[in-house]
């Protein structure tokens, strides 16, 4: 089965008021484990300095939450879904969202929809895959997937596809299930205020063409 994820991670803040502005609180004593796939449904862990929160559910990382975190420091976000090969990553400082990244091949392999002022490392990045799409024969293979991804950990050092290591895994439970409501995540380029706190209605997802895609091996 493919690979559903998705996480938020606060730097400069302390977990107590990161969960608080989620709307979590941790349940019970750290137990070690692996962050991916997450034990629960919501556990938090700490890595080089960053708090993060993890979900196996791929829509709990949004601009929203990336936000929210960021009140008195610097979040980042992202999330994939293998099954439909779609993924994204956001990026905020002091409440206010800077930059997203989102892949969705819908449009096609090489797409990239790019909001605000990503890491200058994304240039590389799509660089790259870009070019291992270019030179591979296989035109099923789905290489910009794995660019938002990239992305993140060159800001918090946390990347799943990469991670094999134990961590101190905390069990959350939902304390506000208002702040915890499911929202989609729209490409940047299909809302008028992609930095603002109000989302239009997101756009309807494709039919059949969301259900096919391969990652590189």
């Not at 709307?23 to 034990?39: F, I, N, T, W, Y």
């Not at 990503?118 to 910009?144: C, F, H, N, S």
């Not at 008028?192 to 997101?202: H, N, Y």
Request: hydrophobic share 40%; proline share 7%.
């Amino acid at each position: 089965m493919g690979l559903s994820i998705s996480w938020v991670a606060a730097e400069g803040v302390n977990r107590s008021a990161m969960l608080g502005a989620l709307g979590l609180a941790d349940v019970g004593r750290p137990a070690r484990g692996h962050p991916v796939p997450p034990p629960a449904k919501l556990a938090a862990f700490e890595l080089g300095g960053w708090v993060f929160v993890i979900s196996p559910d791929n829509r709990f990382a949004s601009r929203e939450r990336v936000s929210a975190v960021s009140q008195a420091g610097s979040a980042v976000g992202a999330y994939l879904e293998e099954h439909v090969m779609v993924s994204g990553a956001f990026g905020a400082s002091d409440g206010r969202l800077t930059w997203s990244v989102q892949h969705d091949p819908e449009f096609g392999q090489e797409h990239l929809d790019v909001w605000g002022e990503p890491p200058a490392a994304l240039t590389g990045i799509r660089a790259r895959l870009l070019q291992e799409l270019r030179t591979d024969d296989d035109d099923d293979v789905d290489y910009l997937f794995d660019a938002p991804m990239e992305l993140a950990a060159t800001v918090c050092g946390f990347d799943p596809n990469q991670f094999s290591g134990e961590v101190d895994m905390l069990e959350l439970s939902v304390v506000n299930r208002e702040l915890m409501k499911l929202r989609d995540q729209p490409l940047a380029s299909a809302l008028a205020d992609p930095g603002g706190s109000e989302l239009p209605t997101p756009r309807k997802p494709g039919l059949l063409a969301r259900f096919f895609g391969q990652r590189r091996g």
